[in-house]
């Protein structure tokens, strides 16, 4: 389905491949969209006082809070941020990592090489109106998980929901 077509729905829940850099909405009950997406640099950076390997790791996360940021560059056009937490046994632990657009999102999505972000997954403004709409049917939660790489097989809903951990 076309992301212009997709209505956001209770239980809906987003997969990354960051090997491929594309994003998938996935509805519970059948239907999926895709799109482009941005994820972290493969190499050790230097960002906000911190040091570390800026890709994006793989996880089962949990976005839990949604944030407006004052950094039009780093956060896109309207400073939306939907702060990832991550699955550690039973529980979610807040990270540095979040959902967000930049500046120059159309820039780094044209590109071959989309590994661009300090590891956060990166969006352009139009994806982040369905995922924050997404966000708020969900009651302001969102289920995410990030993997490496979906192989050869033909993406189906049966498939990403697998990948998701869902059936």
């Known amino acids: 389905m076309e992301l212009s077509q997709w209505v956001p729905e209770a239980g809906d829940s987003l997969l990354v491949d960051r090997d491929s850099n594309i994003g998938y909405l996935l509805h519970a009950n059948g239907g999926f969209t895709s799109f482009p997406v941005a994820t972290g640099q493969r190499r050790i950076v230097r960002y906000i006082g911190r040091t570390y390997n800026a890709t994006t790791p793989l996880a089962s996360w949990k976005a839990m ?12 056009k309207s400073g939306r941020f939907l702060r990832l937490s991550m699955e550690d046994d039973t529980t979610f632990e807040r990270t540095p990592y979040g959902i ?10 044209r590109e071959d090489d989309r590994y661009r972000s300090m590891g956060c997954i990166l969006v352009s ?28 097989e033909s993406i189906s809903y049966k498939f990403l929901r697998e990948k998701m951990g869902m059936l």
């Open 65 to 76: 809070s949604s944030e407006k940021k004052g950094d039009r560059i780093t956060f896109g």
């Open 125 to 152: 403004e139009d994806v982040l109106d369905v995922i924050v709409e997404t966000f708020e049917v969900n009651n302001d939660t969102l289920n995410v998980k990030t993997a490496a790489g979906l192989g050869n």
């Open 100 to 109: 967000h657009s930049h500046a120059y999102i159309q820039t780094m999505l």
